[in-house]
């Protein structure tokens, strides 16, 4: 059953100025939840129309997102120039309490390729989805044992865009967005089961269709280095084909980060940050048996400093 709370406590600081002015509170810890506290969302998501402009038509399948990145002194904030690089949009201070702040997964609910707002994930298990124009508000509790938390887009069933997240025992679990129109689309079902074995992964992540399909699709590195294909199935409740090889290396990367369509050109792409601290994009190329491009640089270092980076 799901439970409700109208207790608030103290507000954070906005999480991504000159992108995304907007206020959380932190509550209790436990479940999914119908309703939850609120706060007055204290800006627009003036990004996500540039990233339109600037990155060309973004689909479901290729969405056009912000990329943020967050370290101890500053939040930066990057929208794709169309032409395979990231354009600033600017910077602030990080506060202190941008170190509650766990997971950032931005959001396309409806699936035309544009941000619909972010689901946060903060240290204290609680879960906030807020939307432009709109109240941030708690929408699940109960989240501070999952070490993997992000959307790769609609895996199946409804409109919305699905939660994964990985447990301690290595068990990945689905959390359905409710896909009805309007505020509704930030509610989550209660989790469903993937499958064991994902605590041999380092780095779990995707965003939109790498395969050509329409379903979408995940990437995960398992330790030895080696980068694996998870190709969608559409079906929430098997969401996932078996795996398929991509190809070894991938352990010279110490971040792996889907943000959509980087280049423009319909299809999903990833974003890797290596050893020194260079930004890498490989393109996408839609196609299951060999799903990027040789990697481009796009940054040549400085991108290890940050915490966070979604």
Do not use: C
């Not at 199935?233 to 795996?243: H, L």
């Amino acid at each position: 059953m799901a439970h409700t709370s109208g207790r608030k406590g103290r507000a954070l600081p906005r999480l991504v100025t000159t992108a995304i002015a907007v206020t959380l509170v932190g509550t209790t810890a436990g479940t999914a939840l119908a309703d939850g506290p609120a706060e007055q969302f204290s800006g627009a998501l003036p990004g996500a129309r540039s990233a339109e402009v600037a990155a060309g038509k973004p689909t479901g399948a290729a969405p056009v997102l912000l990329v943020v990145a967050v370290d101890k002194s500053a939040v930066r904030s990057f929208v794709p120039d169309g032409k395979g690089g990231l354009r600033s949009l600017g910077s602030s201070r990080s506060d202190k309490d941008w170190e509650r702040t766990k997971a950032v997964t931005f959001v396309d609910h409806n699936r035309n390729g544009k941000l619909d707002g972010m689901y946060v994930l903060v240290d204290n298990g609680d879960v906030f989805h807020q939307s432009p124009g709109s109240h941030a508000a708690k929408v699940a509790r109960g989240f501070g044992g999952y070490d993997t938390f992000f959307t790769p887009g609609e895996l199946g069933g409804t409109y919305g865009s699905d939660l994964l997240t990985r447990d301690k025992q290595g068990v990945l679990w689905v959390h359905q967005a409710n896909g009805k129109l309007g505020r509704d689309y930030a509610k989550l079902a209660p989790r469903k089961r993937v499958g064991g074995g994902w605590g041999r992964f380092t780095a779990i992540t995707g965003r939109g269709d790498l395969t050509g399909d329409g379903k979408t699709d995940i990437v995960a590195r398992d330790k030895s280095g080696t980068l694996w294909l998870y190709k969608g199935t559409g079906d929430i409740n098997k969401p996932f084909a078996s795996r398929t090889k991509v190809g070894g290396g991938w352990n010279q990367f110490t971040k792996l980060v889907a943000t959509g369509d980087v280049n423009g050109d319909g299809h999903a792409d990833l974003l890797a940050v290596d050893g020194k601290g260079a930004l890498w994009l490989y393109k996408g190329t839609g196609k299951a048996s060999s799903p990027y491009q040789s990697r481009v640089k796009i940054d040549g270092s400085g991108w290890n400093q940050y915490r966070l980076v979604f």
